[in-house]
């Protein structure tokens, strides 16, 4: 069982920065970042499969959030610019063992950051 625990959240001002980190107890085959706002559903921010190395954002996200890491060390990040109120949210880290093609099934999930932005 590989666990997941996120770090990084806090409370910003609109326009600013944070950086999410997410370190995994072992080996995943893919990992991303997922939100919830109040009263939202649940939904994913960025993708990476570490085999193919090319990321996937929410259209809400591109050209502001970045996704990274380093699959050696079972780390993922989530550097986060020009916040706004709305990307107000507890953020997830979750992962795959093997290839999945639905966002929300995932196998791994951590227990969440939680990241607020005021205006």
């Known amino acids: 069982q590989v666990q997941l625990v996120e770090s990084g959240g806090g409370l910003v001002q609109a326009g600013d920065s944070l950086r999410l980190s997410c370190a995994a107890s072992g080996r995943t085959f893919s990992m991303g970042w997922f939100r919830q706002a109040p009263g939202k559903e649940r939904e994913c921010v960025a993708g990476l499969r570490w085999s193919v190395g090319i990321p996937d954002y929410a259209d809400s996200v591109k050209g502001r959030f970045t996704i990274s890491g380093d699959n050696a060390k079972n780390t993922l990040y989530l550097q986060m610019n020009s916040l706004r109120p709305e990307d107000t949210a507890v953020y997830y880290c979750?992962?795959?063992?093997?290839?999945?093609?639905?966002?929300?099934?995932?196998?791994?999930w951590g227990q969440g950051t939680q990241v607020t932005v005021s205006s």
């Open positions: 979750a992962a795959t063992r093997a290839w999945n093609s639905v966002y929300l099934v995932q196998d791994y």
